[in-house]
């Protein structure tokens, strides 16, 4: 039982660029979120969903969009990378809404 | 005002000594409220949720007084291993999936 999966671990990106990071569940949780989380600050959502084609917007979805095809897989998608983007991100998952969250282990990435 | 406060800490005590942390939160229609610890550059996992007037797991006790709008955290017989971070985390009534997370109150235990 892997639990919460995020690839990459680490990632650098030139300001502009676009990529994807990974999510995945095996425990079939239909509550999955995407947080980041900045120094001096506490982990604020960027996006979440209550179930595969369902999603909706957090405290910070600006430059970020998802997607949420399957119940296994949960995407964050950065349009154009910025600096203020550099933080660490984490995927997280819940079966359901008084359940604690599952974490993955994270993408640290840095935008230069 | 901050939607859930936390004292960041250092907290340093030596092994088997009792600590507490306390949280508090702004809005008084949060419904539930959970601690989370977090080892130095790795993810949260849930501690303990917490549920009514509180509940206890070992040496972990978690309180609530919606009075007073706080939740706190008891941890006795400390161990090395309990050094980390622990993070207040509040449901604010407007669904699950609005959690707020607190900044987070380190904690070093020493020998």
């Known amino acids: 039982n892997a639990g919460v999966t995020q690839t990459p671990k680490f990632q650098v990106l030139k300001t502009g660029q676009s990529m994807t990071l990974q999510c995945a569940q095996d425990?079939?949780?239909?509550?999955m979120s995407w947080y980041r989380q900045d120094p001096g600050m506490g982990l604020r959502l960027i996006h979440y969903?209550?179930?595969?084609?369902?999603?909706d917007q957090g405290e910070v979805p600006n430059g970020y969009n998802v997607s949420r095809s399957t119940t296994e897989d949960f995407p964050l998608r950065l349009l154009s990378a910025a600096p203020s983007q550099t933080s660490v991100y984490f995927c997280?998952?819940?079966?359901?809404?008084?359940?604690?969250?599952?974490f993955g282990s994270g993408t640290r990435l840095t935008v230069v | 005002r901050k939607e859930v406060e936390q004292d960041p800490g250092p907290f340093n005590v030596p092994e088997g000594a009792t600590v507490a942390f306390n949280c508090t939160y702004s809005?008084?229609?949060?419904?539930?409220f959970f601690w989370y610890r977090q080892d130095c550059r790795k993810e949260p996992k849930l501690l303990m949720s917490?549920?009514?007037s509180g509940n206890e797991d070992g040496r972990f006790t978690a309180q609530l007084n919606r009075a007073s709008q706080y939740i706190s955290l008891l941890i006795r017989d400390s161990k090395l291993s309990d050094s980390a971070t622990y993070l207040c985390?509040?449901?604010?009534?407007?669904?699950?999936?609005?959690?707020?997370f607190g900044t987070g109150t380190r904690l070093l235990v020493s020998p």
């Open positions: 997280a998952s819940s079966y359901s809404d008084r359940g604690g969250y599952t």
């Open positions: 425990m079939n949780h239909e509550y």
């Open positions: 969903s209550v179930g595969a084609g369902i999603t």
């Open positions: 809005n008084s229609a949060s419904q539930s």
């Open positions: 917490v549920y009514s």
């Open positions: 985390v509040v449901n604010p009534g407007t669904g699950f999936q609005k959690l707020v």
